[in-house]
């Protein structure tokens, strides 16, 4: 029986966070070391780095890092 695609889905390893496209707000508090601000901070209208999934909020790596990296306070 040939290899299904979702097999080798379960042998991959797990990505690292600076690997992910998307974080959830706990991965990115972890990531950033920001902590309880990652929630206001998608909250915020026109916010540059949230991605609604239904009602779940991602948070898109790579925007999130420029956001922070020109920001001198949060």
Same mark, same amino acid.
Do not use: H, W
């Given at each position: 029986? #040939?290899?299904? #695609?979702?097999?080798?889905? *379960?042998?991959?390893? #797990?990505?690292? =966070?600076?690997?992910?496209?998307?974080?959830? *707000?706990?991965? +990115?508090?972890? !990531?950033?070391? $920001?902590?309880?601000? $990652?929630? +206001?901070? =998608?909250r915020a209208p026109n916010c540059p780095f949230v991605l609604y999934i239904g009602t779940k *909020? =991602?948070?898109?790596? *790579? &925007?999130?890092? &420029? !956001? $922070?990296?020109?920001?001198?306070? $949060?």
């Open positions: 029986m #040939p290899n299904k #695609p979702c097999d080798k889905d *379960k042998t991959a390893s #797990p990505l690292t =966070l600076d690997k992910k496209l998307l974080l959830t *707000k706990f991965e +990115a508090a972890a !990531y950033s070391n $920001i902590g309880n601000k $990652i929630e +206001a901070m =998608l *909020k =991602l948070v898109k790596r *790579k &925007e999130f890092e &420029e !956001y $922070i990296s020109q920001k001198t306070v $949060i």
